[in-house]
T-cell receptor, first 116, second 112 residues
Framework: SAVISQKPSRDICQRGTSLTIQCQVDSQVTMMFWYRQQPGQSLTLIATANQGSEATYESGFVIDKFPISRPNLTFSTLTVSNMSPEDSSIYLC?????????????FGDGTRLSIL | GNSVTQMEGPVTLSEEAFLTINCTYTATGYPSLFWYVQYPGEGLQLLLKATKADDKGSNKGFEATYRKETTSFHLEKGSVQVSDSAVYFCALSGAGSYQLTFGKGTKLSVIP
């Protein structure tokens, strides 16, 4: 399966600032996703990162708050903008195995973000 | 829409005990089913999967059987180890979909 590297692994940020998280995959993949995992909670899908076009956001998430880039088939970034303490979470990127729908996703180790 | 319900935790077991974590789902058609494990401080790892009814997924001594008639995918292990302490997530991918729907997770602690 694909090897996924996320940077940074953790950060502590000030209220009102923005942070960009990078996700690098060791092979070309079609489907990439960004999730949020709030403390002690399950994963919530933020958006699907589409190569060459705007990301597809889930209900409750907007581009102004979580802009996403996907310049090629191996790389994506998620920016958390104008951060508040409520944004303190683990942010994870994932990729879907090739071979059509119904395939499992593989995850990076996540970025642990704390907002002061 | 799709949904996954798994048993509430936390679950605490002694080493070598038998483990069952219940998972039931609601979906149209024939989803693919997965168990993921999250060790402390790490991301999610795929533990096992099943893509059609009566399939049994297995890995590292864990197994789960896709039961269409009961819409269930319970995780079992015959003898847990301290190293199995983690959070376990049941998930599904709906027919024709690339997205995953996760359960809330079950925290397992295994004590020596």
């Amino acid at each position: 399966s694909a090897v996924i590297s996320q940077k940074p692994s953790r950060d502590i940020c000030q209220r009102g600032t923005s942070l960009t998280i990078q996700c690098q995959v060791d092979s070309q993949v079609t489907m990439m996703f960004w999730y949020r995992q709030q403390p002690g909670q399950s994963l919530t899908l933020i958006a699907t990162a589409n190569q060459g076009s705007e990301a597809t956001y889930e209900s409750g998430f907007v581009i102004d708050k979580f802009p996403i880039s996907r310049p090629n088939l191996t790389f994506s970034t998620l920016t958390v903008s104008n951060m508040s303490p409520e944004d303190s979470s683990i942010y994870l990127c994932s990729v879907s195995e090739e071979g059509g729908s119904g395939q499992p996703q593989h995850f990076g180790d996540g970025t642990r973000l704390s907002i002061l | 829409g799709n949904s996954v319900t798994q048993m509430e935790g936390p679950v605490t077991l002694s080493e070598e005990a038998f483990l069952t974590i219940n998972c039931t789902y609601t979906a149209t058609g024939y989803p693919s089913l997965f168990w993921y494990v999250q060790y402390p401080g790490e991301g999610l790892q795929l533990l096992l999967k099943a893509t059609k009814a009566d399939d049994k997924g297995s890995n590292k001594g864990f197994e789960a059987t896709y039961r269409k008639e009961t819409t269930s995918f319970h995780l079992e292990k015959g003898s847990v180890q301290v190293s199995d302490s983690a959070v376990y997530f049941c998930a599904l991918s709906g027919a024709g979909s690339y997205q995953l729907t996760f359960g809330k997770g079950t925290k397992l602690s295994v004590i020596p």
